[in-house]
């Protein structure tokens, strides 16, 4: 293993997050009943003809902003011709010969170390339809077909899977907080094809590069390229030929299985889409999709830290989710207590989340109410054992504030001064002879005290306010 390098590159297709299709006006959906959400454009009926989707280009400009690439303002499409039953016209529209973006990068962090991972390209095109296999059967969903993909190709750059997997998180992150893609591995909204090639170190030549496609999580990205290496590198050994092809996944062997020889990418006989005339985006719409562009995580990260003086680690966990983080970012509009909304939510909340299997945006939960029980606690209104009452039920209900909850379940704490004197003189009256230890240890007494008087209204004193008036009391019978 040692005595070779390892040489990846990664392509990344990415749907795009649409309302409509790339090239005609169908809907874009997950889950809808198979070949319901097609039109005649994407079944390619005689005389349909392509429309270019706007959203879908302001969507690649922002990525290519964020990637620090150099973006062609003037979009041209391409034709890569090929048969296959998951693309009724016979062509995929794309962009050969003139990505929208160019010579990007990305910035990873591999154990503390960071590397400047180089993009070669990013391209829009559309999807093809989905293919469901069963048995000996192959069922097609054209649901999927013509939905807006942006291409990301990065060069071969990367040297380990640990890196690669790196890579991935990263873009993932960047495209997820742009709000250009949902990018769900799981459901195919990003998925990423591995190039795998190895050489013996000091040589310049690479072995003929093995392609793994559709890889849909990050540990099995991972768990590919590190089985790919350790085949490429035995055949290497025993002088047998790597041959150039695709190869595919399989998470139940743990292993790569061959599909296809790699053809070349002259054999899909590009030319110029003739039925979408090339378009010369205006610059000033181009700076706008740019400046309003939403903020990335890596920007937030610092702000979350810096400013709002969360620990790096809460910070990462509230951004590892953009419903998460959006929840923050409104409950922190109702209340300056930072550190106390992030606790709640990556503690009592995300445990919820977990056993219902499900995101802060599905749930009754609304931020503003959960700021309001935070406020009542830092004022004293209510103590924050309450907000273990509290929370299980402004999570599954929406309908009532947190206040009248309180008043409801007549859970307000007490911190009028005569209301809680009186409370404490029959306690004291009852325990006259646990005076005589004051002067000793203080601490026993009057947390005896406390502890009668928490008893008695269900711990609904304010604790400060019932300490400074049992000492008070305490000390004036003494003397």
């Known amino acids: 293993m040692k005595n070779f390098e390892i040489i990846i590159g990664i392509e990344n297709h990415v749907e795009l997050k649409t309302k409509t299709k790339m090239f005609s006006s169908a809907p874009v959906s997950y889950g809808e009943t198979p070949n319901t959400n097609v039109n005649e454009t994407d079944m390619a009926y005689p005389g349909s003809l392509p429309t270019i989707n706007k959203k879908g280009i302001e969507l690649a400009i922002r990525a290519c902003s964020a990637l620090k690439m150099e973006i062609d303002t003037l979009v041209k499409f391409d034709r890569k011709n090929y048969f296959y039953p998951d693309l009724t016209k016979g062509y995929q529209i794309t962009q050969q010969y003139n990505p929208i973006g160019k010579n990007g990068k990305l910035i990873i962090n591999v154990n503390g170390v960071e590397k400047e991972v180089d993009i070669e390209r990013l391209h829009m095109e559309e999807d093809t339809a989905k293919q469901i296999h069963k048995d000996d059967l192959t069922f097609i969903d054209y649901n999927r077909a013509g939905t807006g993909l942006v291409e990301i190709v990065t060069r071969p750059v990367l040297r380990s899977a640990d890196e690669a997997c790196a890579y991935v998180e990263k873009l993932r992150e960047v495209l997820l907080f742009l709000k250009v893609s949902d990018v769900k591995m799981n459901e195919g909204s990003l998925r990423t094809d591995v190039n795998i090639s190895i050489r013996p170190f000091g040589t310049e030549e690479f072995s003929n590069k093995v392609e793994v496609k559709n890889l849909n999580s990050i540990s099995n990205i991972k768990r590919a390229i590190e089985f790919e290496v350790e085949r490429q590198t035995k055949m290497m050994l025993n002088n047998q030929p790597i041959i150039q092809e695709t190869r595919r996944f399989d998470d139940s062997t743990n292993s790569t299985v061959s599909m296809r020889s790699k053809s070349d990418a002259l054999d899909y006989k590009y030319f110029r889409e003739p039925n979408i005339m090339p378009i010369q985006l205006d610059e000033n719409w181009v700076d706008e999709c740019i400046k309003n562009s939403p903020e990335l995580a890596d920007i937030k990260r610092v702000k979350y830290t810096n400013e709002y003086k969360l620990s790096s680690n809460d910070a990462n966990i509230i951004l590892t989710s953009i419903e998460m983080t959006e929840f923050f970012e409104e409950a922190i509009k109702h209340t300056n207590n930072y550190t106390k909304v992030a606790n709640i939510l990556i ?61 409801e379940l007549n859970i307000k704490m007490i911190s009028d001064e005569n209301e809680i004197t009186n409370l404490v003189n029959p306690i004291i009256e009852s325990n006259i002879e646990l005076l005589e230890q004051y002067n000793e240890r203080p601490e026993r007494v009057t947390k005896t005290i406390m502890g009668q008087l928490m008893k008695v209204t269900g711990g609904n004193v304010n604790p400060e306010a019932g300490m400074n008036i049992i000492v008070k009391l305490v000390e004036s019978k003494l003397n």
């Open 347 to 407: 503690s009592d909340i995300q445990a919820q989340l977990n056993n219902e299997n499900t995101s802060i945006d599905k749930m009754a939960l609304s931020p503003v109410y959960l700021a309001e029980m935070i406020n009542l606690v830092d004022q004293s209104v209510i103590s924050s054992k309450h907000t273990k009452t509290i929370l299980p039920i402004i999570m599954k209900d929406s309908s009532k504030s947190v206040m009248t909850i309180v008043e």
